[in-house]
């Protein structure tokens, strides 16, 4: 190569340092990918149903706001988040370790991160967000003790106890900060560190987002994300219209079509079965005043019975399209604590052996089954006005009569549901990449404790397993936990019919990238790729 030639290299690359920002030009002009942002991109995006809904005190982590699972907060950072396969990375951690006894677990954080303010984020901000996430009880941080910022890059958090889950919930929180934070105001005017900033909020309508120009990671594709808050159907007839990009829709319309867009389905750890309670009535109230107990699902053979009679494949093709997989451990496949399952499905013979076996019998010869003078009846409870609840909870119904027991499906607002939570089986739905999720379904200490073991459920086996899945680091854990759902299999305190999937329409013109979709939780997590995004060009 001639001098010259070289001298001219030299030159072009000097003005491409020189440049900063415009330095990403290079790496477009050698062939390589820098993820910036498309200049003038804009999506609309229907699916609000993954948070929730329309977040009504506002994008505060603090309050809420993605916070279920470790949701994408994308407005704020957390000090870790999950990869695709669910296992945790760091976010604003640049390193953390967790001590030989469980009970302390030391983060050193990046140093170049600001928030939209232009101050920098610091472990004093991790200190105030995590104790006032504690006092406002927005995730479970019972276990935590103390958390402190050592200096600026360090925090430190003390336990309680031996708690093999805490690292999860280093990437349930988003980070505000804590000089200018104010509970009143923060929701609706959010500053944050994420990859993107609000910068308008029409109530009831739609949030728009813009880049945030401060951002240290990979910058999305996308400068600009109106997300309209929009019910399925609602969805669905914007996405017709062609006025929204993505949208969120209910199982029964992923045969539909839509010109211009095609289907996207990914599968979820998001569970739907029911529980039963174990104990009888005595009497006793929870907490919250909710009665304990039901007479008639205490008895093992109405349990069993159900347990191995229904059909978990006909109760997901009619309440969801057959968009889902089958389960009875309810712990999704993705997971690292998945268990190689063994599913009984439909065996009507064999439910009815168990209740003649269990004295059951139909007395009065109107198919409902008697025993000690009771009926074998009761009520099924279900969200109002969630048509895939309903139709679950009445292809149950309909399944459990051919064995002789009657339930009554009842659908109930979130205060009814609560005041019969302890005495009324209900269609749940759950699914959380924390493994944490099973000792609060299933440990007798969670018992009618807010959602937690609504049915009572009290193994001594299975919280002895518990207690060991806490106290093993976290990978020597997950075994222990897939043993939980085994060891409570025979007295049948939940019936898991399946994982449920997640259906989308995305326009011909955007890139989804199904490939780095995160796990789906309950709730979805649409935003958890929302950075690759990207125009079809």
Request: aromatic share 8%; hydrophobic share 35%; proline share 5%.
């Given at each position: ?124 901000d991790i200190e105030f967000t995590y104790n006032k996430a504690k006092e406002n009880a927005v995730i479970d941080l019972s276990s935590m003790k103390e958390v402190k910022a050592t200096d600026d890059t360090h925090v430190q958090f003390t336990l309680e106890k031996p708690d093999s889950t805490f690292v ?45 120009e401060n951002y240290y990671g990979d910058m999305p594709h996308y400068e600009k994300i109106t997300d309209l808050f929009m019910d399925s159907d609602a969805a669905f007839r914007a996405g017709k219209a062609g006025e929204a990009d993505v949208i969120e829709i209910d199982p029964q319309y992923a045969n ?177 990449t924390d493994p944490y999720s099973i000792y609060c379904m299933y440990d007798s200490e969670m018992a009618h404790v807010a959602f937690n073991n609504p049915g009572s459920y009290n193994n001594s086996a299975v919280d002895d397993m518990i207690n060991k899945a806490m106290s093993e680091d976290l990978e ?62």
């Open positions: 190569m001639n001098k010259k030639i070289m001298f001219m290299l030299a030159v072009i690359i000097a003005i491409f340092l020189v440049m900063g920002s415009a330095s990403a030009g290079i790496f477009d002009f050698l062939g390589g990918d820098s993820n910036t942002v498309e200049p003038g991109s804009e999506l609309t995006i229907a699916a609000s149903p993954t948070h929730g809904g329309e977040p009504e005190a506002g994008f505060d982590p603090l309050t809420g706001w993605a916070t279920e699972n470790g949701a994408e907060p994308l407005i704020q950072s957390r000090i870790l988040k999950k990869d695709t396969e669910g296992k945790l990375i760091n976010d604003l951690a640049s390193d953390y370790k967790v001590s030989d006894d469980l009970k302390t677990v030391d983060v050193t954080l990046r140093d170049d991160v600001k928030f939209t303010d232009n101050t920098t984020l610091t472990a004093k999860h919930k280093l990437a349930q929180i988003g980070i505000v900060p804590a000089d200018s934070y104010n509970n009143e105001t923060y929701g609706t005017n959010p500053i944050g560190s994420g990859p993107y900033k609000l910068v308008q909020w029409d109530k009831g309508q739609q949030a728009i987002f813009e880049v945030n539909e079509t839509i010109e211009g867009m095609h289907t996207v389905i990914y599968p979820s750890v998001d569970m739907r079965g029911f529980y039963l309670p174990v104990t009888p009535e005595t009497g006793e109230t929870s907490e919250m005043g909710s009665p304990i107990g039901n007479n008639v699902t205490s008895d093992i053979a109405i349990r069993q019975a159900l347990s191995v009679g229904i059909n978990r494949q006909e109760i997901l093709d009619n309440a969801f399209n057959g968009l889902g997989n089958l389960s009875v451990s309810g712990i999704g496949a993705e997971l690292p604590w998945a268990q190689d399952e063994t599913i009984e499905n439909g065996d009507l013979d064999k439910a009815k052996e168990i209740l003649a076996d269990g004295g059951w019998k139909d007395i009065d010869n109107d198919g409902i089954l008697e025993k000690d003078g009771k009926t074998a009846s009761f009520i099924m409870s279900y969200r109002a006005g969630n048509l895939p609840s309903e139709a679950m909870a009445l292809q149950i119904s309909e399944q459990a009569k051919e064995m002789g027991i009657n339930i009554t499906p009842s659908g109930k607002s979130t205060d009814q549901m609560m005041a019969s939570i302890n005495t009324d089986p209900m269609i749940w739905a759950y699914g959380s020597s854990s997950y075994d222990s936990w897939s043993q939980v759902p085994k060891l409570a299999e025979d007295d049948v305190p939940w019936i898991w019919v399946g994982s449920i999937d997640y259906v989308f329409f995305v326009s011909d013109d955007v890139d989804f990238s199904e490939d780095t979709h995160t796990i789906y939780p309950h709730g979805g997590d649409v935003w958890g790729n929302v950075c690759d995004w990207k125009p079809v060009k």
